[in-house]
């Protein structure tokens, strides 16, 4: 079956443009969660939602950053002005429920010029 | 802040090799523990639970010491396959997103 899938895989912006980035969950999956890894870094959580609702958005890294969810299934993850030290990889993950296996997608390579 | 440790490698192992991961965590109300594969450029997979009483898939096993807030992953006969980076990964009581430790590099060579 589909699993998850995130679009652009790859972008490069100048700094200050604001992006967009796409998730589509499993269908049925109602967790989703964004993370980001930087270059030789970890995983850092950036925000969870259950349904469309937001429960945890304590890893978002300032108020330039964003997310929604729309319909139980598409998230989209803005960030507005974008400066030199958003690149990264940020990766979608979507799970049953939140006690379940979180499946990634292949993630967005940002890349602010 | 919950912290999530591990060492970060290289481990470079020849194949037919058993290698062990270390990975300790900071918040003794964590619950559910698990071991994720990330090969180079790719996203994380999860590899494997691991529950108190220790547990094995094949050539892999993993161990809980809640005593010690220590994890551990050991790796049988060594493939070239193997080689990724095993990210430990801790979620704490109740709901709670997962902390991902940094992650533990294996080079498997010929």
């Known amino acids: 079956g589909a699993g998850v899938s995130q679009s652009p895989s790859n972008k490069v912006t100048e700094k200050g443009k604001d992006v967009e980035l796409r998730c589509d969950p499993i269908?049925?999956?109602?967790?989703l969660y964004w993370y980001r890894q930087r270059l030789g870094q970890g995983l850092e959580f950036l925000i969870y939602?259950?349904?469309?609702?937001?429960?945890?958005k304590s890893g978002l890294p300032s108020d330039r950053f964003s997310a929604e969810r729309t319909g139980e299934s598409v998230s989209t993850l803005t960030i507005q002005r974008t400066q030199q030290e958003d690149s990264a990889v940020y990766l979608c993950?979507?799970?049953?429920?939140?006690?379940?296996?979180?499946?990634f997608g292949p993630g967005t390579r940002l890349t602010v010029l | 802040r919950k912290e999530v440790e591990q060492d970060p490698g290289p481990f470079n192992v020849p194949e037919g090799a058993t290698v062990a991961f270390n990975c300790t965590y900071s918040?003794?109300?964590?619950?559910?523990f698990f071991w994720y594969r990330q090969d180079c450029r790719k996203e994380p997979k999860l590899l494997m639970s691991?529950?108190?009483s220790g547990n094995e898939d094949g050539r892999f096993t993993a161990q809980l010491n809640r005593a010690s807030q220590y994890i551990s992953l050991l790796i049988r006969d060594s493939k070239l396959s193997d080689s990724a980076t095993y990210l430990c990964?801790?979620?704490?009581?109740?709901?709670?997103?997962?902390?991902f430790g940094k992650g533990t590099m294996l080079l498997v060579s010929p």
């Open positions: 993950a979507s799970s049953l429920g939140s006690y379940n296996e979180q499946f």
């Open positions: 269908s049925g999956h109602t967790a």
């Open positions: 691991v529950y108190s």
């Open positions: 990964v801790v979620q704490d009581s109740g709901y709670s997103t997962l902390t």
């Open positions: 918040n003794s109300a964590s619950q559910s």
């Open positions: 939602f259950q349904g469309n609702s937001a429960p945890d």
